[in-house]
């Protein structure tokens, strides 16, 4: 388990004639095992903020703490999903999943194997291990991609508007599903969403964003009692 510390952190888009301050010194700590959804108005700078956690642009200012040890760049600690999948369209569900098992060497080719069968099982994706994704529906490609990051075992996971793109349905499935998997294995959860509901649901604490970064000196902070 690990404790992601955000500590001010600062992020502006310079591109050219306009300059956007995405974030405005952001202070976050969350704890081992903690599931935080971060909720705000589009724009407020959600997708921003997880990908400087993910390591995927650097901040302009401020420091990422993993367990107190400063990090940049992206790394197997952390694992991210998307709203839209980024599934390999040229690779099976099997190929998709063990690919995510590249990024930490896992030894055997057997390992591999059984490694992504049992996450693919995990996820309720037994028997759809050779089709592509055009062939499964969307709740499915985002079971792929649940299945290809927790094979993977990040301590930590990133989620940006996972279940946007679901019909209400598909999204109340695949939210128990995934709480009982963060409840097994205790990650430690920053979630991105625009939808209180969705956020009350999932998380031990919820913490808003506000619109214009600069004007609020609050952060507000909601902690959910889910006992
Ligand atoms: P300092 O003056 O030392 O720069 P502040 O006292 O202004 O810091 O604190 C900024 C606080 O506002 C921090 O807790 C930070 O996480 C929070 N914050 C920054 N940007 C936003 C935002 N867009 N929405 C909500 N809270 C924010
Ligand atoms: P949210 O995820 O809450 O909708 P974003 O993090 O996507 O917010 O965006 C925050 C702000 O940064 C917005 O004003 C957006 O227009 C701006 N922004 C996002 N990405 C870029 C970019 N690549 N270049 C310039 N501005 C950007």
Known sequence: MSTVALEDLTHVYDSGAESVKALDDVSLTIDSGEFVSVVGPSGCGKSTLLYVVGG????????????????????????VIFQEYALYPWKSVMENVKFGLKHVGTDSTEEVEATAQKYISRVGLDGHEDKYPKELSGGMKQRVAIARTLAYD?????????????????????????????NETQKTILFITHDIEEAAFLSDRIVVMSTQPGTSKEQFEVNIDQS
Do not use: N, Y
Not at 60 to 68: A, E, F, N, S
């Open 154 to 182: 990040p301590k930590i996971l990133l989620m940006d508007e996972p279940f946007g793109a679901l019909d209400d349905q598909t999204r109340e499935i695949l939210q128990r599903d995934l709480l009982d998997i963060c």
């Open 56 to 79: 995927f642009i650097d901040p302009t200012h401020g420091r990422i703490l993993v367990d107190g040890t400063s990090i940049t760049g992206p790394g197997t600690d952390r694992g």
